[in-house]
């Protein structure tokens, strides 16, 4: 009888010692503020706007307007395709500080579809 009450003891302070360890090795939670919530969310309907009015559209072109994160449309994944390549162009020098700056409006010219065969002149 002894020998299971050490028994039981020995295993109630080893997986308490081992709840200790885990609880000081887990990763810190991250949340962030109401407020910060809201402003990166302005930041990203200012960012649409821009990018609505480079190419021409409104928000329906890309969005469904019953969940704007849903990626059912075919529009909605090559803008992101698209935004990718704008950011990395940004990112090799096209930012705006010696040269010009990397936007929608570069390829599209306020088009959905940018024209992309040479003109030819006459």
Same mark, same amino acid.
């Given at each position: 009888?002894?020998?299971?009450? %050490?028994?039981?003891?020995? +295993?109630? =302070?080893?997986?308490?010692?081992?709840?200790? &360890?885990?609880?000081?090795? #887990?990763?810190?939670?991250?949340?962030?503020?109401?407020?910060?919530?809201?402003?990166?969310?302005?930041?990203?309907?200012?960012?649409?706007? %821009?990018?609505?009015?480079? +190419?021409? =559209?409104?928000?329906?072109?890309?969005?469904? &307007?019953?969940?704007?994160? #849903?990626?059912?449309?075919?529009?909605?994944?090559?803008?992101?395709?698209?935004?990718?390549?704008?950011?990395?162009?940004?990112?090799?020098?096209?930012?705006?500080?010696?040269?010009?700056?990397?936007?929608?409006?570069m390829c599209h010219q306020g088009k959905l579809r940018p024209e992309y065969?040479?003109?030819?002149?006459?």
């Amino acid at each position: 009888m002894k020998n299971n009450a %050490v028994y039981y003891k020995s +295993l109630v =302070v080893f997986g308490a010692a081992i709840f200790l &360890i885990m609880l000081i090795l #887990s990763p810190k939670g991250y949340s962030e503020s109401a407020s910060t919530l809201k402003t990166n969310e302005d930041k990203v309907r200012q960012e649409m706007v %821009v990018i609505s009015r480079q +190419l021409g =559209v409104t928000c329906t072109e890309c969005h469904n &307007i019953q969940n704007f994160a #849903s990626d059912e449309k075919k529009t909605f994944k090559v803008a992101k395709d698209h935004m990718r390549i704008t950011e990395t162009l940004r990112g090799s020098g096209f930012d705006g500080k010696k040269g010009p700056e990397a936007s929608c409006f570069m390829c599209h010219q306020g088009k959905l579809r940018p024209e992309y065969k040479e003109s030819i002149k006459k």
